[in-house]
């Protein structure tokens, strides 16, 4: 063998070396900001979604707070600053909402505080006659279905 063909061989070898490194290079720079992307679309996601989340949460629990009301032996009713004090908070989850891109969304979101609105209504100095309980219900079963609405859109299915 002559140092030409050692040179020859070497050369092959390193050029296919190098060519596959810089496809492994690139390969891998490609999934990190896939995966870098992702995870940033996860936060964002959960930035959004979860005060939904516990909007949600806070409204049934002062309705079931506000009925358990009607059944304590002293006749205290539940403070109506208290149960209006989520309507503060309703720009802020609409444009949440908005922004996850599901106008259907937001319409359930409003049917919601609709809801959720008459239910005070049945605890405000003229109550409106309702029963609070079937009212209840009703905003139960429509903020079940934004929960599993915004939870199909944080798994991404």
């Not at 040179?7 to 290079?25: F, Q």
Request: charged share 30%; hydrophobic share 40%; net charge neutral.
């Amino acid at each position: 063998m002559t140092w030409i063909e050692v040179v020859d061989t070497a050369i092959k070898v390193g050029l296919g070396a190098m060519v596959s490194g810089l496809i492994t290079y690139f390969v891998a720079k490609k999934h990190h900001e896939h995966e870098l992307l992702k995870e940033r679309r996860k936060r964002t996601e959960t930035k959004l979604i979860d005060p939904i989340i516990s909007n949600l949460d806070e409204h049934l629990s002062l309705m079931g707070f506000a009925h358990g009301c009607r059944f304590r032996e002293d006749g205290k009713r539940p403070d109506r600053d208290r149960l209006w004090s989520l309507a503060e908070q309703e720009p802020m989850i609409l444009a949440r909402a908005s922004s996850l891109g599901d106008e259907n969304l937001v319409d359930e979101y409003v049917d919601f505080t609709r809801t959720y609105a008459k239910f005070c209504q049945c605890f405000g100095e003229n109550p409106s006659g309702d029963d609070p309980f079937t009212i209840m219900k009703e905003a139960a079963v429509k903020a079940g279905a934004i929960l599993r609405k915004l939870f199909k859109i944080k798994e991404g299915t």
